[in-house]
């Protein structure tokens, strides 16, 4: 109300001011009402531009600017219209200095509106744009209630309208969707972050006992029970995954339709040695083709899951996509090449599917292992990240599929020598890995053991990456993991990042080592 009375009386005082005393009634008068009426509305209009693209949405901040152009293309027809019809002779410099009064407000509104988002502040503007548009609009009507063809008039007002309400669905169109997502927050880092947690997805809670399930599977990755196998009368030992979507809880307040191995994020862990003869039988009940590939193990080539594609010199590719509802087989013979912790995961659609869940831990032990363990503790953390509330960069980072304060924790006891197998399942970013309390060896990168381990307290991991650290917990304490990419151990809130006024809580990539 308060922008509303600003915009409609404003111009009024303005009138009665500053203009009133060298133009008087003269169409030239209205024309620069007009033009400040106009450049007002259209401050608003480079505000929703530079929002737009503040918050990612480059496609749809080029949709508003062709809207925006085409509708206050017309605009100028109105500013100048009153000096016409009164026979007054506009200079160039008056018509210059209109188009800047009506037209250069929007580039401060662009700028202004890409620099931060305020759902407050974008209010209050439309609302002057309101009562300044209110404004011209009377000034209009007052200057026609002489003219004699009534009819004419109002019928071309009444086309104006149907006109200016055309391109304006320019602009409409080019926000079609985009409405749930209009006060997302784009962080300086490039993080996409929804107004509220509650938008990470719009699936329902689930169930307390499908929350239990889930965490046992967290739980159940952290200490290594890997999957049962069927074991064929030849010996191979079969595996069955099946791809399909589902509701996941990443953390409190958000639930996600996921895309995952066996109703679980990340996959089952599979499990085998050297020797093994392996067939994991892949069925398909995603809406999507997808494949598998066990990334850094050398398998027949027919076996390596990148799918066909036509190329200008023939086709690429090792096996057709599985289509919804299909299934393969993928079969080898584990090699002493194989030996160590790696990653599976799709190759269709990659950058997508991996973000929605469809990855897994395999780990391949020597032929014989050895009668006194190396290790009292030997763990898995897979870290994974997703996009939700319609960003298109990852913004939630998980644990074993889940975010702090859902991430699993580690138990050990005092003098246990611990081996951590990490896992980078993450599409697109890095992460830095940091143990509190502790220095400890980096034993294997890749699957590849290291002749001389490198002493360390942060591990980074690209996209893909593994890595093997060990310490021998010999400081009692709780023990904070985590992320040092510190954007990465919160979750998505109004809160973004945290800032000088708000909080942001602990989330994403931390948990905690209890050595007892």
């Not at 926000?175 to 947690?197: F, I, S, W």
């Not at 509701?247 to 958000?254: I, N, S, V």
């Not at 899951?305 to 057709?320: K, R």
């Not at 003098?415 to 399942?425: E, I, P």
Request: net charge negative.
């Amino acid at each position: 109300m308060v922008g509303l009375l600003i915009g409609l009386v404003g111009l009024a005082a303005i009138q009665e001011k500053w203009l009133e005393r060298g133009l008087r009634e003269s169409g030239t008068r209205l024309a620069y009402m007009t033009a400040a009426g106009i450049g007002l509305h259209n401050f608003s209009e480079g505000l929703a531009i530079g929002q737009s693209f503040a918050t990612g949405k480059t496609a749809l901040a080029i949709g508003l600017v062709i809207g925006f152009a085409l509708h206050n293309a017309t605009e100028g027809f109105g500013i100048v219209g009153a000096s016409t019809r009164t026979g007054e002779r506009l200079s160039w410099a008056s018509i210059l200095l209109l188009g800047a009064i009506g037209g250069g407000l929007t580039f401060v509104g662009t700028l202004l509106g890409s620099l931060w988002t305020s759902e407050f502040v974008s209010i209050f503007v439309l609302a002057m744009a309101g009562g300044a548009i209110l404004y011209v609009v009377k000034e209009l009507l007052f200057a026609v209630r002489k003219e004699t063809a009534q009819k004419l008039i109002m019928a071309a007002l009444a086309i104006g309208f149907g006109l200016g309400w055309g391109t304006e669905v320019v602009a409409d169109a080019a926000q079609g969707g985009e409405a749930k997502e209009e006060h997302a927050l784009r962080e300086p880092d490039g993080d996409v972050l929804p107004a509220t947690a509650a938008k990470t997805g719009a699936v329902a809670p689930i169930s307390a006992e499908e929350n239990a399930r889930q965490r046992q599977a967290a739980n159940q990755l952290l200490h290594e029970e890997a999957l049962s196998p069927k074991v064929l009368p030849d010996g191979t030992k079969e595996y069955d995954l099946t791809a399909s979507v589902f509701p996941w809880k990443l953390y409190p307040g958000a639930t996600i339709d996921a895309w995952g191995y066996n109703h679980t994020v990340p996959g089952p862990l599979i499990r085998v040695r050297v020797g093994d003869k392996v067939a994991i039988v892949l069925k398909n009940d995603l809406p999507q083709p997808t494949t598998l590939h066990l990334h850094g193990l050398a398998v027949p080539n027919a076996m390596d899951g990148v799918p066909q594609m036509a190329t200008g010199s023939g086709t690429v590719g090792t096996q057709p996509e599985i289509p919804p509802g299909g299934s393969y087989t993928y079969r080898f013979t584990v090699t002493d090449q194989m030996i160590g912790t790696h990653l599976y995961h799709t190759h269709v659609n990659d950058d997508f599917q991996m973000d929605m869940g469809l990855h897994g831990v395999i780990v391949i032990d020597p032929r014989q292992s050895s009668t006194t363990p190396p290790y009292d503790v030997d763990a898995v953390y897979e870290i994974s990240s997703f996009k939700v509330g319609g960003s298109e960069e990852e913004n939630v980072f998980a644990l074993n599929g889940k975010a702090f304060p859902e991430a699993p924790t580690l138990t050990v006891h005092r003098g246990d020598r611990v081996l951590l197998r990490l896992v980078n399942a993450s599409a697109e970013e890095f992460h830095v890995m940091h143990l509190h309390g502790y220095t400890f060896d980096i034993v294997a990168k890749d699957g590849n053991s290291l002749s001389q381990p490198e002493r360390a307290n942060t591990i980074s991991l690209g996209p893909a990456q593994t890595a093997d650290i060990a310490f021998t917990a010999d400081n009692p304490g709780q023990w904070m993991f985590h992320c040092h990419i510190l954007d990465h151990t919160v979750n998505p809130s109004e809160a973004g990042d945290g800032s000088a006024h708000r909080m942001a809580s602990m989330g994403g990539l931390v948990t905690f080592i209890n050595v007892e």
